[in-house]
């Protein structure tokens, strides 16, 4: 009897926690706050799906990484195929972190069929003389790669970038950069944008050295070949020139915004007209960062007196280094003057753009004897010291 009342008044209890928890809460979340009470939540992994774990325990993710590759991999329930891939890449010379880069990259390449899938495209590779090494490199690099590695079309694609690219080392570096050198088409697009190269007189070794070096300049529908060779000759750079090139090569990596933005931020900075022309025909304006830009501008004209006009005829001097060069050399300069060292007025240019060898030569040691000091202040205010 007691025990009956004891779990009677238990059960009221009960009764009156969960009716005064439906008073307090709306009906949905009380539904979920009790599916919260009845969850164990000591469980330390209550749902973990399969390929997660395995993942993380066969192939070294980390468990975010795991959580995001799995994505592409719900389906896979079982370890049988993903073994067979992860013991065939390991055969084949991959290192534990070059596996785990390559499932990163391309996790779906756990489900695909070793015999019939993976061993035919490595033998393709191998049949066009390329090593266990660069095979290794390539995919590791890009393992994309591995979608576009059938013998029918790998084999043109050799033979034609065989006419740019010598080596397969060479080879290996273009087509790790750019997955469109093996994904794009061949006659459709590749070809014809090689073409164009070709029109603007670059040798085949420049062609190549374009491929390896500035890989995305092939296969991207706003930044190709046509549209860089038009920006270049609206910045009026002669086909055929050396500048061509050099200019060509620094525009593969900016794209039209960019390009706009130089030009807007070269006219804030006070070039215009001739001027502004004058200076964009040197490339090095587009590599160099916009804050890079306006420092070593702001020095030239502010800190060192050079007129807008005068650097824009020696363009080359905003590719030098503010602290390494410009400003340590000035500083030499300023004090040669005003020692009363040299009695013409120097060519700022031609002081900061000679060779080290030659600056040491021409104003260093020349003035040994009236400044021996000059040697201690030149060296430290290259590293950012300055000793008058
Ligand atoms: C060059 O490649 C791009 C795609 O990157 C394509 O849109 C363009 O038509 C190609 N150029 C030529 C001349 O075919």
Same mark, same amino acid.
């Given at each position: ?55 993380? +325990? ?7 990484? *795991?959580?995001?590759?799995?994505? %592409? ?7 049988? /195929? ?70 029918? !079309? ?15 080392? +060479? ?6 950069? /750019? ?37 995305? $300049? ?10 860089? $060779? ?26 039209? +915004?960019?390009?706009? *933005? ?14 502004? %022309? ?10 160099? %960062?916009?804050? !890079? ?10 800190? *060192? ?70 040697? +201690? ?12």
């Amino acid at each position: 009897m007691i025990l009956l009342r004891k779990n009677f008044s238990l059960l009221l209890g009960c009764l009156a926690v969960t009716s005064k928890i439906s008073i307090l809460l709306p009906p949905s979340n009380f539904r979920t706050s009790l599916w919260l009470f009845t969850s164990k939540s000591d469980d330390p992994s209550p749902k973990t799906p399969f390929i997660v774990k395995y993942l993380i +325990d066969s192939a070294g993710l980390s468990s975010s990484e *795991a959580d995001k590759c799995s994505k %592409s991999l719900t389906h896979v329930k079982s370890p049988s /195929n993903p073994d067979f891939v992860l013991e065939f890449f390991r055969k084949n010379g991959f290192t534990n972190a070059d596996i785990k880069k390559i499932i990163c990259s391309h996790s779906r390449v756990l489900c695909a069929n070793v015999d019939s899938t993976l061993k035919p495209k490595f033998k393709a590779l191998r049949d066009l003389g390329f090593s266990d090494t660069q095979i290794t490199k390539l995919i590791t690099a890009n393992s994309l790669a591995l979608n576009y590695l059938s013998y029918c !079309n790998v084999h043109p694609r050799i033979e034609f970038f065989n006419n740019f690219i010598y080596s397969n080392d +060479d080879i290996v570096r273009a087509l790790s950069s /750019n997955i469109c050198l093996l994904s794009s088409s061949l006659e459709k697009t590749i070809k014809p944008n090689i073409t164009c190269m070709r029109e603007c007189q670059f040798s085949n070794e420049r062609i190549g050295a374009l491929l390896i070096n500035e890989g995305r $300049v092939i296969g991207r529908a706003l930044n190709n070949v046509e549209s860089i $060779v038009k920006r270049v000759e609206e910045l009026g750079v002669p086909r055929g020139s050396r500048m061509f090139y050099r200019t060509f090569r620094c525009l593969c990596r900016v794209n039209a +915004d960019i390009f706009d *933005a130089k030009i807007k931020l070269l006219g804030s900075l006070g070039f215009s007209g001739s001027e502004l %022309s004058a200076i964009l025909k040197q490339p090095l304006v587009f590599c160099l %960062s916009a804050k !890079n830009l306006c420092e070593t501008v702001d020095f030239l004209v502010k800190v *060192a007196g050079c007129e807008l006009s005068y650097v824009s005829r020696h363009a080359s001097m905003i590719g030098l280094s503010i602290t390494k060069r410009l400003i340590p050399r000035h500083y030499v300069m300023q004090l040669i003057m005003d020692r009363g060292l040299l009695n013409k007025k120097i060519d700022f240019y031609f002081f900061v753009s000679i060779s080290e060898r030659k600056f040491l030569e021409k104003f260093i040691s020349s003035f040994q004897q009236r400044m021996p000091e000059l040697a +201690d202040v030149y060296l430290s205010a290259s590293a950012g010291k300055f000793l008058y």
